[in-house]
């Protein structure tokens, strides 16, 4: 750890040298690099922790991370060899994910495309080697493979007759006619293996995020919502569900957001994540534990601990495991329910997803950090074996990765500082640099591969500063609650003394700052330069410029109440002074305002207003709406074009004269 303490070595430079001008490579050189960074969809180990699994991100036609190539690998052979497992016979790349084993090995179930271009099916297959079976015929949105505890059945969500992809990321259908809320189901639905039929088994009216069986398979753990299911995750609980009749009885109602309901092995209680969250998927809280039967009360089994749970996984019936955010980087960790001992099995300075645990205890997980690019990787926990080599010639455009710790209104705070690419120590220069804030605001910076603008920017001759202000994952659950109410107020005061604090480790140029983000990193940059003059210049995508307003114009509206503690009816003054727009005359910063234009999580309205009054006011602006994209980015070409506009927008503002 090196903090601001630490820095009485750092160059002190007068603050007006800039950077000497460097050979750097295009941009297009390196987007073209960090494109080729390949990711992975979800990684699985055999229950007895003979074989494990994975799915690698491969690009369509359009360049796209739509499809994917299923791996398999025998841990126990000696070989570590993987081979190819896929329904498709003509060796041609298809949409492949999800591969799961069953629950004696022996087999293994996976999504596919073969059939039909974009129509998921469940197909299985042998897990040692052999064909791959079709196991449904159906239409629609597909997603969460289950086995059966008795491997005769599989277990998926799904989303009947709908084109629509689920989730508030991607681009949402326009609206015509009429406009109603979106009201497509997500159910849990079975297929058994002998003979493929098919059925819904949860209630019609229940939108199912997250669930498991039991262990008797007579039943559900579902982590549901009545209604939409875009817009109600927030008010999700968890339910039990009937395998048979699909009756729900609801066990718990939280007063936060659930996540990763996963069963015990004698069936007794139910572990969650339970935490404030604000994006269904990205998890973050601490490990509670819920009886599966009427009569005793949920109990936080990590009060206190100073990180956040982000995945969940039983060994056996007295000991549960779980992966999450810990000080910027990653933790593993186990506990025993019964006695609440909490045992720190790895903690690292990087990224862990998709991690599990099979009986034995070998663990199998997608690691990543800023030294090491993405790969699928089994073992011991902290012990691991290396299993893919998808990004084996992976390029690095980032120099050195530094932790840094600071002080905020009594709080410890921390976050990154990538240097740039070839950093001269002895130049005698003052670089810029640009802050990079994360989304959510329930997020955090973690130790990962970089990419697009954090990949790019050192590249180009800027410090990038990675902050985990209030509100972020990784420092327990008192701190994720830290910017509650208070959006704008305490984090960027963190975020403010973080800058100051990098400045006093390395040598920046204080008058050649950025700061940039998406989402609710660019409604922080929205703020930033309408609070204070420090930012030369920002870039600020699909951010908020007032929360009033978009209270009403965005379709997952009930995210908000956690944070605001009401609705903007009923406590519009809450609303108000977290704004940009009320303090817009205060804004003298160069800003570009960059939106999806079917953005259904963060409306384009708000870039227009945004933009709209920095033009009217006579501040350098912007606007670029990227069409068809929804929250989420993901035409290739458009997102090679945020990241050329935005440097030459830094480019312009923060290297020139």
């Known amino acids: 750890m090196v903090g601001p303490l630490l820095a009485a070595t750092a160059l002190l430079l007068a603050p007006n040298a800039s950077a000497s001008p460097a050979a750097h490579p295009s941009i297009d050189t390196v987007f073209a690099s960090l494109q080729k960074v390949r990711d992975f969809h979800d990684a699985s180990i055999s229950p007895d922790g003979r074989r494990a699994a994975w799915s690698s991100k491969l690009p369509d036609k359009e360049g796209r991370e739509r499809l994917g190539a299923i791996s398999i690998v025998e841990l126990t052979s000696g070989s570590g060899t993987p081979r190819r497992l896929s329904a498709a016979s003509d060796g041609k790349p298809r949409r492949e994910l999800e591969p799961v084993f069953s629950p004696d090995g022996r087999s293994i179930a996976f999504l596919s495309d073969a059939a039909r271009k974009d129509q998921l099916q469940v197909y299985v297959a042998p897990s040692s080697e052999g064909p791959a079976r079709e196991l449904t ?112 009885r609801s066990l718990w109602k939280p007063k936060l957001q659930l996540a990763c309901p996963r069963f015990s092995p004698d069936g007794r209680s139910i572990a969650v994540i339970h935490g404030i969250m604000s994006d269904e998927g990205s998890n973050g809280g601490d490990v509670w534990e819920v009886p599966a039967s009427p009569g005793g009360s949920p ?52 990224k862990i997803g998709h991690f599990g645990v099979a009986r034995n205890g070998a663990t199998v997980a997608i690691r990543e950090s800023f030294e090491m690019p993405p790969e699928v990787w089994a073992g011991p926990a902290g012990a691991w074996t290396k299993l893919s080599s998808a990004n084996a010639s992976a390029k690095r455009f980032w120099g050195e990765a530094r932790s840094l710790r600071w002080e905020s209104d009594g709080a410890s705070v921390q976050g990154w500082l990538l240097y740039p690419d070839g950093f001269d120590p002895a130049s005698g220069a003052a670089y810029p640099m640009v802050v990079v804030a994360h989304g959510g605001p329930s997020g955090a910076s973690t130790a990962s591969w970089p990419s697009r603008w954090q990949g790019t920017l050192p590249s180009q001759g800027y410090f990038v500063f990675l902050p985990n202000p209030r509100g972020s994952f990784g420092f327990g659950e008192a701190f994720a609650e830290g910017n509650v109410k208070d959006f704008g107020g305490g984090d960027l005061r963190d975020i403010l003394r973080g800058v ?58 009930t995210w908000m109440l956690p944070f605001f503690g009401a609705s903007v009816y009923e406590d519009p003054k809450v609303y108000a002074k977290s704004s940009p727009i009320e303090f817009i005359k205060n804004a003298k910063t160069p800003t570009l305002v960059l939106h999806g234009e079917r953005d259904s999580e963060v409306p384009t309205p708000q870039g227009y207003e945004f933009w709209h009054a920095l033009k009217a006011l006579g501040v350098p602006t912007r606007l670029v709406i990227y069409t068809d994209e929804g929250h989420s980015i993901r035409k290739p070409e458009n997102q090679k074009d945020i990241v050329a506009r935005s440097v030459a927008w830094f480019d312009q503002y923060l290297k020139a004269p």
Do not use: C
Not at 318 to 344: C, K, N, Q, V, Y
Not at 530 to 540: E, I, K, M
């Open 500 to 557: 100051d604090a990098a400045l006093g480790q390395a040598p920046i140029n204080p008058k050649r700052l950025g700061i940039t983000g998406w989402s609710y990193g660019g409604y922080v940059v929205m703020w930033a330069v309408t609070q204070t003059d420090r930012f030369a210049a920002g870039v600020a995508g699909a951010g908020i410029a007032s929360w009033q307003s978009y209270y009403g114009q965005n379709k997952i509206d």
């Open 137 to 248: 015929k159906v239409k629609g949105q597909l997603q969460e493979l289950r086995w059966a505890p008795d491997g005769k059945s599989v277990s998926f969500l799904f989303v009947e007759g709908s084109e629509q992809e689920t989730g508030a990321l991607t681009a949402h259908k326009r609206d015509s006619g009429p406009v109603e809320e979106d009201q497509d189901v997500q159910r849990i639905a079975v297929a058994e293996i002998a003979t493929g039929r098919v059925r819904s088994v949860s209630p019609p009216d229940l939108f199912v995020y997250d669930y498991d069986w039991s262990p008797d398979g007579r039943s559900f753990a579902a982590e549901a919502a009545v209604g939409s299911g875009t817009n109600n995750y927030w008010l999700a609980r968890l339910y039990l569900v009937d395998a048979a009749s699909g009756a729900a």
């Open 299 to 350: 109990r936080n089994l990590t009060p206190g601990m100073h990180w956040s749970a982000s995945h969940l996984a039983w060994r056996s019936p007295s000991e549960l495991w779980f992966a999450g955010h810990r000080d910027g980087g990653s933790g593993i960790a186990s506990i025993e329910p019964a006695t609440g001992r909490l045992t720190s099995l790895f903690a690292g300075a990087e």
